[in-house]
């Protein structure tokens, strides 16, 4: 039977979150607070209904990211996560990934994170499988704005690692630090939970 050993991204094998860093990279500080600022409605509506961040994300990249040469955007989350790689891990949890390598596991990375950073962050830390949220590109090479599939967060954390495994057989290990890994957690034969420091848990068993 394979293992395999999943990690979110943002907040456990990152020490920061991303998202909005690489936003603003991108779009600018005013720009960026302007779709920050009409994101706020749903924003504060996520509070009880957790699907509504979904709908403040959308808002957010609709404003920032429409019309930009994907090309480009690229470009610069290889350089984003150049920075990240060398800058912004926990090491605790970056040391347990490489555990899993030398046991032989295999790694995927999971996470509502933008693959245009994180399948270069992701290539960086050696790890050759990355579910996570694509951007629409339309038929001129410029972002649409839109999502490409659903934000992957959430219930569909574990939706898309089952069907990367399609079905088969295997022993999952699962890395994560908020509610947002909560159905990923659940998912895995073991789960552990980081903390915001990027610890494991105290109980976590060794890797073999």
């Not at 994180?118 to 694509?134: F, I, M, N, S, Y």
């Not at 649409?144 to 495994?165: C, I, M, S, Y």
């Not at 659940?186 to 105290?202: E, Q, S, T």
Request: aromatic share 4%; with cysteine; charged share 25%.
């Amino acid at each position: 039977m394979r293992t395999v050993a999943a990690f979110d991204f943002d907040g456990t094998l990152s020490s920061r979150d991303n998202f909005l860093r690489f936003v603003r990279l991108t779009a600018g500080t005013a720009t960026t607070a302007r779709a920050l600022a009409a994101a706020v409605p749903a924003a504060l509506a996520s509070r009880r209904d957790p699907t509504q961040r979904d709908v403040a994300k959308a808002v957010v990249l609709r404003a920032t990211m429409r019309g930009r040469p994907a090309a480009a955007v690229r470009d610069l989350g290889a350089r984003f996560a150049r920075t990240v790689v060398a800058d912004h891990l926990h090491p605790e949890v970056a040391g347990r990934l490489e555990e899993h390598r030398r046991a032989g596991h295999e790694l995927v990375i999971v996470s509502a994170s933008l693959t245009c950073y994180l399948e270069p962050a992701a290539a960086g830390l050696g790890v050759p499988t990355v579910l996570a949220t694509d951007l629409a590109v339309g038929p001129d090479g410029r972002l649409t704005g839109e999502l490409a599939g659903p934000n992957v967060r959430g219930p569909e954390k574990a939706t898309r690692l089952d069907a990367w495994l399609a079905g088969a057989p295997a022993r999952v290990w699962a890395y994560g630090d908020s509610t947002g890994d909560r159905e990923l957690l659940a998912r895995a034969d073991h789960p552990c939970l980081v903390d915001r420091r990027g610890r494991l848990p105290r109980d976590a068993p060794p890797v073999r």
